[in-house]
């Protein structure tokens, strides 16, 4: 045998310089885009020897993306061109559509990572085409000469790509484009050639094979876990406690993550019946997709001769322009809204019915209908509506009966003209019996999960769709007719009655700490509306009013109530403060320039008026990249608290990156993982996606000293309403449907610690992926004493963990065993709680595909 290896290390010794001699010192590459998949797949290289014959790095691999505008219209790269520069430094600019006055910019050191992109608007033509770069060394700057569909030729200049001289005419021989064509695979491309060093190819095939490693390991399922594991016998592991490596951990690591995304807000949580009850909805509202998404929706007259218009010429309140006119001729008819796909009231229950109303014409009273199946009258009540100028005016409604799919009547009793506006219909029982209070089945579902903080508005609803859309605090608090609805970028409309003084009140109610989450001066990057996508941010000479907002923020939260803002929360019924400890600014934004100078005076203005608040850093959407390495360089410069991570990744990503946070300096930012969850094709929620996020959450504890705080996304969903999946918790008006990962989520949410007790751990296998699918986690909660172990087994195979509490005084103690556990793909298991006794060695038998919690007292 000994001899058989030395003679093959002997040949690989004879074949190695062969090798190395055919190892050429240079090679051409060009650099080149195909216009596939509408001009989306970005940049590509192919190699060459003699100039003649082309192959593709790692068949059309995109080294570089484009970030511009919104995904599924935009993200183009048009006509790339490519240029190594000064100091060795690669240049690139693409075209970015056909209409817009701007190009795109990103360099490179190595054609592998390109670093931030910016799209310089144009002052000249009528739209930037096909852009081509050089380097003038004598003036040392680098020029762009662009063509336009004015038919004329503009160059601008740059010595830095931040700032451009203004764009100027030149002639059409200033266009001096160096492209060549390569056939490559037959088909022939445009680009640029250049000819580079070997070990430069060398990294693009290193970057593609990783990539596609990555790609395969990510892409492992349950559903090959029959031949992965084929033959597998039961796993054993010994575990056995490291006391003198104990260490403190966040003791806010789980919370929520509340976005109004699948009518989370208006029709969800927030417990309003009526739907568009300010007759607000504006076309706008779903970018004039819908014609009957306006001030009338879910508004009709049911009978004859009363007449339904909008008016805004008198308004209750100037946020509100809009509202309903009923012109009477013959009574007898109503106005009717069936809420959120109908009114669910129950028989007994009492509804506060309010509105605004105005008598424009003649005198007498409205009638206020609460209806149910085949129209019978649940509740009524008659009000007075002859005041001349608006009037609140309020009911109570008690049901007689249930009805799902009850809906409101307003009927004017006499002839004449009425206007009416904020019609509203709320349940009397709202959770902790809030006034403007939250659906108490919903809030309750959430409150058990324990969670230690709630990241609100957003997601992409806190940095909105363009600069106008950008959530704004102060339009979500005081009167409701004074609050200033706006267009929700998922596609509907956001009433603003669940603002931020209702988010902090529930947060109070639940014992959680409050995260809010403001735009960083920038929208959100996917943006399609204004200043050429995110990029635009809001004008520098508009920043310091924004700052100014959020340090207003934390006034009105915390601030005393002789301050103006703190006035503002006490009128609201809430003198004591909110004791605000945490903001959030930006969300998963693109790192460009624009956004680090607005966030930089951000930080800078919170640092220095309040620096009792920890203010949370974004490092873009993905787990790596631009946005992530970018992110973290310019939370390094700033040295941000702590930064918001978000990934969405599949369970095979979880099983394979779980020691992710291992590797984190500790001296750096900590991390708050703010968006993820584990997504399956056709997006289910089910065992494999909660165990897997179980799994990783045991990573997070581990590195519970430096992620502090984690939250799954999103957290809501109506069915029938949905724009993401899959989501924590769906609901109808009736049902809180409850999902696996919900169960996870709820139980390390209840079984938290404050200490992580790490264990020596033996695993029976050898087998990488048999190891990957088994972990565990204990902790301390030291409030109360109880010691906490996590099991999670991902195996087809049961697992058998015998632990060796050592160090820790467990004799014949009680303990909670709790189970969530079912085949990869079911999507209703629910956890089976027992009550064992447990001694020093504790052996756990975990069943294949399960989540098992012990909870161990270990006070009296
Ligand atoms: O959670 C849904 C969305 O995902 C969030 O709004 C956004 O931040 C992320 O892209």
Known sequence: MLKKWLLICFLLLQLMPVCFANKPDSVYLVSYTTGKNNNTNGLHFARSHDLTRWESIGNEFTFLWSDYGRWGTQKKMISPYVILGKNGEWQCVWQLNEQDRAF???SSNDLVYWGRQSYPVLNKGVNCLQPIIWYNASADNYTVVYKSNDGKYYAVSTTDFKSYTPAAEVAPAAYNDESITAIIDGVTVKGQMHKVAWAVVQKLNQTFEASSFKRTENSETTVQ???????????????????????AISDMLLGIFFEDINYAADGGLYAELIQNRDF???????????????????????GTGTAFTIDSVSPVHKNNLHYAVLKTVTTGAALTNTGFDGINVKKGDQYNCSLFVKRNIGRGNLLIKLVGNNNVVLSEAVVNASTSSWKKISVVLTSSAEAKDAYI??????????????????????????????????????????????RFPGGCVAHGDGLGNIYRWKNTIGPLESRKPQRNLWGYHQSAGLGYFEYFRFCEDIGAEPVPVLAAGVPCQNSAVGGGGQQGGIPMNEMDEYVQDILDLVEYANGDVT??????????????????????IGNEDLITDIFEERYTMILHAMKQQHPEITVIGTVGPNAEGTDYEEGWKLADKLAIAAVDEHYYQSPGWFINNQSFYDKYDRSKSKVYLGEYAAHLPGRPSNIETALAEALYLTALE??????????????LAKEGHTQWKPDLIYFDNTEVKTTTD???????????????????????SSQDAVKKRIATSIVRDTKTGDVIVKMINLLPVATTV???????????????????????????????????????????SLADYSFTVVRIKTRE
């Open 280 to 302: 607000e909805y504006s076309l706008a509202d779903k970018e004039g997709n819908d014609t009957a998404w306006n001030s009338t929706n879910s508004w009709s007259v049911k």
């Open 702 to 715: 581990r590195n519970g000293d430096v992620v502090t705080m984690s939250s799954y996304a999103p957290l």
């Open 742 to 764: 919900y169960e996870v989520q709820k139980l390390f949410g209840q079984n938290s610690g404050n200490e992580y007790l790490p264990a020596e751990v033996i695993i029976s």
């Open 802 to 844: 015998t632990i060796d509490f050592k160090g820790i005084n467990i004799a014949n103690t009680s303990a909670i065993k709790t189970v969530l556990a079912g085949k990869p793909a079911d999507t209703n298991s629910r956890r089976v709680v027992s009550s064992i006794n447990i001694g020093q060695t504790f052996t756990a």
């Open 104 to 106: 795109a910019h990103a």
């Open 563 to 584: 301050t103006t803002w703190g006035k503002q929360r006490a009128a609201a019924g809430h003198p004591k403060p909110f004791n605000l400890k945490y903001i959030g």
């Open 409 to 454: 009547a307003l009927q004017p009793l006499s002839a004449g003209s009425l206007s009416l506006d904020m019609i509203s219909l709320f349940p009397k029982n709202t959770f902790k019996a809030r006034p403007n209070g939250l659906r108490v089945d919903l809030a309750q579902t959430i409150a058990d999960i324990h969670p230690r903080f709630v």
């Open 225 to 247: 876990d029959a031949q992965r594991f084929a033959g597998l016998k039961p796993v054993d592991v010994k575990m056995s406690l490291l006391p003198s490596k104990t260490k």
